[in-house]
């Protein structure tokens, strides 16, 4: 059984393997910043996290589910990020994240806002852009 040298890439955009980048994130480690943590929700959805997507939304905006078993799936095609800015406790990021669904191409342009609590970054809300 030949094993592969590396490992593939990070759904996130990054050029790490998935478990030196958003997988250690995924296992429990906190997202060092907001930037980190949007990259690892957008592998969430790549992967259907529901229970991470859950668990990094902030309380105060968090849905009770997200019903990702029940959607039309997605392929996921890419993230880019185009602006990160922080400031104390409190960050945003604006992101372009690309998909398919049955064979239609889409863009989801979004600022998303994020805050930090007890060391902890959170997804709290998002503008998106039309």
Do not use: Q
């Amino acid at each position: 059984m030949h094993k592969s040298p590396n490992p593939p890439a990070c759904s996130c955009g990054l050029p790490h393997a998935y478990a030196d980048c958003c997988g250690r994130y995924h296992a429990g480690e906190p997202a060092p910043n907001a930037e980190a943590l949007m990259r690892s929700r957008y592998t969430a959805y790549v992967l259907g996290l529901e229970d991470y997507l859950l668990a990094t939304w902030h309380a105060s905006t968090r849905p009770d589910a997200l019903g990702l078993a029940n959607d039309t799936p997605a392929k996921w095609l890419g993230l880019t990020i185009r602006h990160t800015e922080a400031e104390g406790e409190r960050a945003v990021v604006a992101f372009v994240a690309r998909y398919k669904v049955g064979g239609r191409a889409h863009r989801l342009t979004e600022t998303s806002r994020f805050v930090r609590e007890e060391g902890r970054w959170y997804y709290v809300d998002g503008e998106l852009e039309v």
